[in-house]
């Protein structure tokens, strides 16, 4: 068995919900990007995978400026997560499942004031999913041998961006997963042509392994959180990597810079830019591109 198809999309929590005060035309934007997750939904359907890889930049849950490493496996054997809203909300809007402790009604992933995405408070957490072990472990000792020094930790904790996306994807939780945190916040970030790199290399051990693995990769795309540039999106370079993609030129992102990355308020790229290295130069179907207020949303998969 070997990789079975990829998927980049977005995991702004914006996805899920629309205040009270936002314009028709913003809830059809809200509503168009939740239409494209279903059609992305559909892609992981059809690729029938065995465990799901997900690239995924972490937001201060698991890294912090004691250890901000470029990227860490995560090698547990389950991975718990709260999402950015009420859990049976979620379900409404995703059909995702959640579990449900006995004597506990609310999951609050963090105090009042706190940014529920960045939370690690909650200990009975409503998502959890089974990690595959076996191939995390394999994908990191491959990664060793091949010269990549992969920082990894058996406690970790998927944030609610990450939750998010696999309550689109995968909302019955019924496939193992791989997880690799990423650095796509922090300057300095990894060069793009080290994760094109270390995606290569990656698949060369997927195609070792007897699973039928899926590549998720999830973030962006062009938004400037932290800085006075919040609410600006470079929407054409946005549509410039996305034609990439869609061209079968993944590879080009490997010439771009980190510095290139941020000045386009497009870090979180680098868990792209390996999925892009995993894929190779195939074309992807570019299902959708949605501008929000403060984000570019973008939306592709690769049938292999």
């Known amino acids: 068995m070997a990789l079975v198809g990829a998927v980049a999309a977005p995991h ?8 009270p005060a936002e ?14 997750m279903f059609v992305l939904r559909r892609a ?7 465990t799901i890889l997900i690239l ?5 849950v698991n890294f912090d400026f004691r250890c901000y490493p470029p990227f860490a496996l995560f090698v547990g054997k389950e991975a718990k997560g709260s999402g950015v809203m009420a859990p049976d909300r979620i379900e409404e809007i995703t059909g995702a499942v959640y579990r449900r402790y006995e004597g506990k009604s609310a999951y609050q992933s963090a105090p009042d004031g706190i940014p529920q995405h960045m939370a ?10 089974r990690v ?28 609610g961006e ?62 400037y959180p932290g800085t006075p540039l919040y609410g600006e999106v470079d929407e054409a370079f946005d549509r410039h990597i996305l034609a990439l993609l869609a061209a ?21 790229l680098v868990n792209w830019i390996i999925a892009a290295g995993i894929v190779g130069d195939r074309k992807s179907t570019v299902v959708e591109y949605v501008r929000l207020w403060h984000i570019g949303l973008g939306y592709t998969y690769w049938e292999v």
């Open 23 to 36: 314009s028709e035309d913003y809830r059809r934007k809200v509503q168009q990007g939740r239409d494209a």
């Open 248 to 268: 079968g030129e993944g590879s080009k992102l490997a010439a771009l810079t980190p510095e290139e990355l941020m000045h386009h308020g497009d870090g979180e």
């Open 132 to 159: 595959d072990t076996d191939l995390s472990i394999g994908l990191l000792k491959g990664l060793l041998q091949r010269g990549f020094d992969m920082p990894f930790t058996t406690v970790g904790t998927m944030d």
């Open 56 to 60: 995924h930049d972490d937001h201060f």
């Open 44 to 50: 992981v359907e059809k690729a029938d995978a065995d």
């Open 120 to 129: 690690d408070w909650e200990g009975q957490k409503p998502y959890v999913y």
């Open 12 to 19: 702004s929590h914006l996805q899920l919900f629309t205040r």
């Open 162 to 223: 990450l939750v998010l996306t696999t309550n689109f994807l995968n909302p019955a939780a019924d496939k193992s997963i791989v997880l690799m945190l990423t650095n796509g916040y922090v300057p300095p970030l990894p060069w793009p042509r080290r994760c094109y790199a270390l995606g290569r290399a990656m698949r060369e051990i997927i195609d070792e392994s007897e699973r039928r693995v899926l590549v998720l990769a999830t973030g962006g795309m062009s938004h």
